[in-house]
């Protein structure tokens, strides 16, 4: 594996740019209430719900009922370029409704909350960012989808988790030398596996970055039997330990075919719902986030998703508010980096196409 210095400025986001994890405490009642209200809305404004596999519950069964898309952030946007409806209302973080809008700038996007977030997002600033791309010139840029849509104009390819592996080594056997942003862990796990020559940007997913590998191997000894699924954004010392290392949807399917009663699962705990819809019968438990250096700033659960919510969408549809814009410029150009990935990926059928955070 090539050793060049990695960028060594960490973006690790002070305490007070993380909001608290708050829950919607609704009884069954006006959950009902909430739910056929917002069906009739979507049929009045031909609209449909793509919401991502980390968001509440509520809104995941809401998308699977009215004909929506419960997917990771790559597939929501394919959704919505091929459904027929006006408006999209993106239930998930910021970046996802910007990577829509770039793919479908003819639609009205919507979110339940402008202020729904990303911790890679805001930690990948497009000016410091684009003034190291400046600094290293013959780096080719690749970016995560976790990226604003100024960042992704500013790259040369967008990738997402499951497909970071396969374009960094296609990147690797042009002999390029390779910018990474920004995850620093995924980053890591890519440059281990491919031996790319990268730069890497030093973000981290709040959700991911609490998961102790020490604490992991306590768990498995008590559970010999369980099997461990992690998201690459995982600390080293976790993905060490996992059974199957993959993005959200490859997680889903390997807790699916794998022939194991017991899972020990290292990402966001939103995806527990569809895990459960799968495969009922299994037990799923979550990997640790307590131990040396916890600070339980999300316990698994990432705190701008969940400002999802059954009110908040309802508020959107009934007002217009929270839509999503992008200039055209950053669409012509952030465009062309995540259909780099499309075309790529449609070429190599090994690759699974809608794999992300």
């Known amino acids: ?10 973006y690790t986001l002070k305490k007070e740019q993380i909001p608290p994890v708050i829950s919607e405490d609704i009884d069954d009642y006006e959950r009902e209430s909430l739910k056929k209200k917002i069906k009739e809305l979507l049929d009045q404004q031909e609209a449909v719900i793509v919401s991502h596999y980390y968001t509440d519950s509520d809104l995941q069964i809401l998308a699977d009922e009215t004909g929506g898309c419960v997917s990771d952030s790559l597939d929501m946007a394919r959704f919505g370029n091929q459904s027929s409806a006006k408006t999209l209302i993106v239930c998930g973080v910021r970046f996802m409704g910007e990577t829509a809008k770039i793919l479908n700038p003819e ?31 013959e780096h080719v840029v690749v970016v995560y989808a976790n990226t604003s849509a100024a960042v992704k104009a500013r790259a040369d ?11 960094i080594n296609y990147l690797k056997k042009k002999n390029k030398k390779i ?29 991911h970055e609490e998961f102790k590998g020490k604490e992991l191997a306590s768990l498995r000894k008590n559970h010999p039997d369980a099997k461990v699924l992690v998201h ?10 996992a059974d199957m290392v993959g993005s959200t949807t490859e997680i889903i399917r390997a807790f699916g075919d794998m022939n194991a009663k017991k899972f020990i699962v290292a990402t966001d705990k939103g995806i527990f719902h569809k895990m459960k819809e799968l495969a009922n019968n299994k037990i799923i438990m979550e990997a640790p986030t307590a131990g040396k ?18 009110k908040k969408l309802l508020h959107v549809l009934k007002t217009g508010e929270n839509e999503i814009f992008v200039e055209d410029q950053i669409i012509s150009s952030a465009k062309n980096s995540i259909e780099k990935l499309l075309k790529f990926t449609s070429n190599n059928q090994s690759i699974g196409l809608a794999n992300d955070a």
């Open 1 to 10: 594996m090539n050793s060049e210095t990695t960028y060594l400025r960490s």
């Open 179 to 207: 910018i990474w942003a920004p995850d620093k862990y995924l980053g890591e796990y890519v440059q281990k596996k491919s031996g790319a020559e990268m730069l890497i940007w030093q973000g981290s997913c709040i959700v």
């Open 107 to 137: 639609k009205r996007i919507l979110m339940p909350d402008m202020d729904a977030n990303c911790s890679l997002d805001l930690g990948c600033p497009e000016d410091e960012f684009s003034k190291f791309c400046d600094e290293n010139p």
């Open 232 to 241: 690459p954004e995982s600390p080293s010392s976790v993905i060490e330990q």
């Open 157 to 167: 390819w967008m990738v997402t988790s499951g497909s970071a592996v396969d374009v």
């Open 293 to 310: 250096g916890a600070t339980c700033t999300s316990c698994a659960h990432c705190p701008w998703m969940a400002m999802n919510s059954l």
